[in-house]
Structure formats: C-alpha cells, structure tokens
C-alpha cells in the first residue's frame, strides 16, 4: 500500500510558539490530503481538507488562523498549529488521497503535540 | 447529520475466541462504509470496506456486511490472535458527492490474550 510520513513524530513547545508538522505522500502524488486531530479514548476528528495549489477547506469550529495548512507539492502538506497554547495538546494525523486507489485514505503514523 | 457509533471498549478476548465489534450508522444518501485498523504507535489502516447495500467487505479474517435496513456494519473474526490487538475505528464516507472525507467512530481497542 502507499505510504505517508508525519514529522516530526512528537513534539514539546513551549505556551505562544508556532510547531509545523509535516505530512507526505512517499510512493505516490496526493492532490487532496486531510488533517485530523485526535483527543485521548476519542475518536477522529477531521480538522481541514489540503488541496494541491489552493487554500484548504477549513471544518466549521476549525480557526483557519490558527491552524494554517499549506500543501504546497503534490507530496507535502504542513500544518502549523501557530501560537500554541497547552488546549492545543493532542494527536494529529494526516492522510492522503490516493488517486491510484479510487476515494482511499492512507494515513499517516500520526504527531504528538504538547504544549507546556 | 452524519455519524458512527461503535461499542466502547476495551474488548478483551482469548487468543481463538469468536470477535464482534458492533458498528451503526447514522447518514444521508448512500454511503461507503470502512473499518480501519491501527496498531500500537502505527497510523490507520484500511481493513476492509463496503460500498453498497448487502456487500460484504473482508480481509484477514475479518469480515463485515453493510446492513441498509439495521445501519449496521458490524465487526467479526471467527477466531481472534494476539496480533489481533489493536485500535479499530468504523467510518463512513460522508455525502454522495465521494469526497473522500470519512466520518469515524470513537474506536474499539482489542486486547487479546495468549
């Protein structure tokens, strides 16, 4: 199956900075990734939807200015949770759409983010 | 709106015990149904999925079948192994127009003992 990396793969910051977490498709092109955010015992929640070249399709009650995305090749894609504050803590996860595999997901292993 | 509901866990089993994680679903339209996998310290899976009424999905001893009349995509395995062990979410597709975005359940952990 296609692969997708996250880096980095955990993460400490302290309260106020910016953290950039990465995303790629290794072994095939993505036009359409999505980032996910996953609080402890819960489930999947999707954040934003990436597109290759334009701006990212945000979730309702998703702030777009704190959570820019930029997808800026058709194999990367970050998320830059930008001044963190310790409600930021959680698991994020991205995935990519596979145009080989018609409307499947493959996700990445995913990026622990705590802010002190 | 669209949702999943699965059945909370952990579920801990014996190693050749039968498994059934229940899975229903609330949705518009007609939407493709998936079960994801995901180990310890791994990214999600695929592990199988169905895209219409009556199908049924399987893949390393798992299987599924998409129940229109019950909203049911329930979990099975006949016989369940220690490397069985691991998160597993339901997810539908959301909306007709294939998007690809996925609406997941809260997920089941398995643990299964030798």
Known sequence: ?116 | GNSVTQMEGPVTLSEEAFLTINCTYTATGYPSLFWYVQYPGEGLQLLLKATKADDKGSNKGFEATYRKETTSFHLEKGSVQVSDSAVYFCALNRGSSNTGKLIFGQGTTLQVKP
Request: with cysteine; charged share 15%; glycine share 6%.
């Open chain 1, 1 to 116: 199956g296609a692969v997708v990396s996250q880096h980095p793969s955990w993460v400490i910051c302290k309260s106020g900075t910016s953290v950039k977490i990465e995303c790629r498709s290794l072994d095939f092109q993505a036009t359409t990734m999505f980032w996910y955010r996953q609080f402890p015992k819960q489930s999947l929640m999707l954040m934003a939807t990436s597109n290759e070249g334009s701006k990212a399709t945000y979730e309702q009650g998703v702030e777009k200015d704190k959570f820019l995305i930029n997808h800026a090749s058709l194999t990367l894609s970050t998320l830059t949770v930008t001044s963190a504050h310790p409600e930021d803590s959680s698991f994020y996860i991205c995935s990519s759409l596979s145009g080989r595999v018609y409307n499947e997901q493959f996700f990445g292993p995913g990026t622990r983010l705590t802010v002190l």
